[in-house]
C-alpha cells in the first residue's frame, strides 16, 4: 500500500484500537510515524462510546479520527451516540472523520449520514462481513470443534478481509483524496458459510461439519453458552435480517481505493492456516 503524509503532525485518534480492524489501523500508522492516540477503555486517556465524559480528553488535539462503533452501528442507539460523538469531535476541532459502516444496515446506514452531515471532511467505509470472524472472532470456538452451526443457508456473502479494511482507513485517514468518498468494501466473489466452512476445512486438514440451523436455535445457543444478550440480539438480527440476500453483489471499493483487487477468502485462509489461527 502507498500512502501520501498529507497530515504529518496532526494526531489520529483510532478508536476500538484493539479491534480487528484497529488494531491493524494503529500498527500501520505508528508504522509509518504518525502521531497517534488509541481510542480504548485501557488506553490513556481511557474512551468508552457509552461514558461521554471520556469523550473530550480522547479529542483533545487530534485531527482525524477512525470511528469503530463497538458492538454494531445496528444496536439500539447507536446512531444517537455517534451524532453526539460527531459533535463532540467538530466542537473538540477535529478536521477529519473515517466511518467503518456495515453493508446492508439501514441503521448504519443512518450513521453514515450523522458523519456525512457533521461539516467535517468524512469518508465511509462500508465493510461486509469479515473473513476474521472464522479466525479472530465467535467461530473460532465452533470451527476447533468441527461443527459450525449457523442460521444462514445458500445465501451468498463477498467476505472482505480486515487488512484490505485497514489499508483503505490508512489511506484515507493520511491523504485528502479520499475525503467525501463512500466505498462498498467487500472481498472479489461471493461464498456461503458452508462454502467458506469447507474452504478452511479443505486447507487445514481439519474436518468441519457444517448445519444450518434456524435462528430461535442459534439464540438459544449462544445463551447458554453465556453470551451477552446484546452479541446474541445483535447476531441474531444480522444472520436473520441483513444475511437475505441483499448484499449477494461485490463491492469495487478496496479497487477504487486502493488500486488493487481485495484479498481473496482461500488466500485468507491459507495465510490464518500457516499462522496456526487454528491449531491446537
Excluded: C
Excluded at 57 to 65: F, I, K, N
Excluded at 69 to 80: K, M, S, T
Excluded at 139 to 144: E, T
Excluded at 151 to 173: C, K
Amino acid at each position: 500500500m502507498q500512502t501520501t503524509k498529507t497530515s504529518t503532525g496532526k494526531t489520529i485518534l483510532v478508536l476500538g484500537a484493539t479491534g480487528k480492524t484497529g488494531s491493524r489501523i494503529f500498527k500501520q500508522l505508528s508504522d509509518l510515524g504518525y502521531p497517534l492516540r488509541s481510542g480504548s477503555r485501557s488506553a490513556n486517556p481511557r474512551f468508552e462510546w457509552l461514558d461521554d465524559s471520556t469523550w473530550a480528553p480522547a479529542l483533545q488535539g487530534v485531527h482525524s479520527v477512525y470511528i469503530s462503533f463497538q458492538p454494531d452501528l445496528a444496536v439500539p442507539g447507536a446512531v444517537d451516540i455517534v451524532r453526539s460523538f460527531t459533535r463532540a469531535a467538530a466542537d473538540n476541532g477535529v478536521q477529519k472523520l473515517v466511518l467503518l459502516s456495515g453493508r446492508g444496515e439501514p441503521e448504519a446506514q443512518d450513521a453514515e449520514q450523522v458523519v456525512m452531515r457533521a461539516g467535517l471532511d468524512w469518508t465511509i467505509l462500508r465493510a461486509s462481513w469479515f473473513n476474521q470472524n472464522f479466525s479472530e472472532g465467535y467461530l473460532i470456538a465452533p470451527l476447533m470443534a468441527g461443527h459450525v452451526a449457523l442460521p444462514a443457508g445458500e445465501v451468498g456473502e463477498p467476505f472482505i478481509d480486515a487488512d484490505d479494511i485497514a489499508d483503505v482507513a490508512v489511506a484515507a485517514l493520511t491523504n485528502d483524496q479520499h475525503n467525501g468518498q463512500l466505498y462498498e468494501l467487500t472481498g472479489p466473489r461471493l461464498l456461503t458459510f458452508r462454502e467458506a466452512v469447507a474452504t478452511i476445512s479443505e486447507i487445514t486438514g481439519r474436518p468441519v461439519q457444517y448445519e444450518q440451523i434456524p435462528v430461535d436455535a442459534f439464540a438459544a445457543a449462544m445463551t447458554e453458552q453465556e453470551v451477552p444478550q446484546e452479541y446474541v440480539q445483535l447476531l441474531t438480527y444480522l444472520f436473520s435480517e441483513v444475511l437475505d440476500g441483499r448484499n449477494e453483489k461485490p463491492g469495487d471499493g478496496v479497487q477504487r481505493a486502493l488500486g488493487r483487487a481485495p484479498i481473496d477468502f482461500r488466500d485468507y485462509a491459507r495465510k490464518a492456516a500457516a499462522a496456526g489461527l487454528w491449531r491446537e
